[in-house]
Each structure stands twice: as structure tokens, then as C-alpha cells.
């Protein structure tokens, strides 16, 4: 059974760091794609980055370009979302979620919900001072 599990968001104050994880069981992260979204409270679901499965291609949101990065240890089967000089703005339950296609070299990760097949439950993240 395949199954994501987000950790490590918390309260910060603006301008803060927190690293985001996401842990895989039942298949092998690093050959799929991830992808990182967050919901804000009567907002949509925001596609902030993602990783790609063939070789760690990136996409970063505008909103979140030079602050936010994504990593993968495969070793650990885990993602990782590093989000820095937080803003109050970036509150919000973070997710990820993973494709279950193995796409080519040079395939680049898909930004849009609904191309992911697994979703993790989500972490709060809350940016208040």
C-alpha cells in the first residue's frame, strides 16, 4: 500500500526556515515524480514545486522562486521541501504527492493536481509573529 507522510511544519515567525519531509512506503520515491502543493484556509490548491523522477529536474512557483527548494535522498526514500524567509503568506497545510508513471529522461514534473495519483495528509505550516 502506498502511502506519503508529510512532517516537520510547525508556527514560525516571518522570515524563518522550516524543512517539510515527505516519507514514502509501498514503492520507490526517487523513480517518480513529486510534487509539493499547499492549501490556504478558502483558497485553492497552490502547486508550489516539484521534482521530477528521471533526473531531478525542479519547478519552483513564482510566489516561492529563491525561497523554497526540493530535494530527494533516495537512501531514505524521502523528499524534502526547504522553505525559507517565510512569509506570512505561506500559511497554509502543505502536501505532497507522487505520480505513479516512470517518465523518460527529460521529462520535466508535472505542476497541476490532479496529475498526481498519491497524496500525503498534509502539514500545517503557520507563519505569524
Known amino acids: 500500500q502506498v502511502q506519503l507522510v508529510e512532517s516537520g511544519g510547525g508556527l514560525v515567525q516571518p522570515g524563518g526556515s522550516l524543512r517539510l519531509s515527505c516519507a514514502a512506503s509501498?514503492?520507490?520515491?526517487?523513480?517518480?515524480?513529486i510534487g509539493w502543493f499547499r492549501q490556504a484556509p478558502g483558497k485553492g490548491r497552490e502547486g508550489v514545486s516539484c521534482?521530477?523522477?528521471?533526473?531531478?529536474?525542479?519547478y519552483y512557483a513564482d510566489s516561492v522562486k529563491g525561497r523554497f527548494t526540493v530535494s530527494r535522498d533516495n537512501a531514505k526514500n524521502t523528499v524534502y521541501l526547504q522553505i525559507s524567509n517565510l512569509k506570512p503568506e505561506d500559511t497554509a497545510v502543505y502536501y505532497c504527492?507522487?505520480?505513479?508513471?516512470?517518465?523518460?529522461?527529460?521529462?520535466?514534473?508535472?505542476?497541476?493536481?490532479?496529475?498526481?495519483?498519491?497524496w500525503g495528509q498534509g502539514t500545517q505550516v503557520t507563519v505569524s509573529s
Open positions: 509501498g514503492f520507490t520515491l526517487g523513480r517518480y515524480a
Open positions: 521534482i521530477s523522477g528521471p533526473d531531478n529536474s525542479t
Open positions: 504527492a507522487a505520480d505513479n508513471l516512470v517518465m523518460p529522461a527529460g521529462s520535466k514534473c508535472p505542476t497541476v493536481y490532479y496529475e498526481y495519483d498519491y
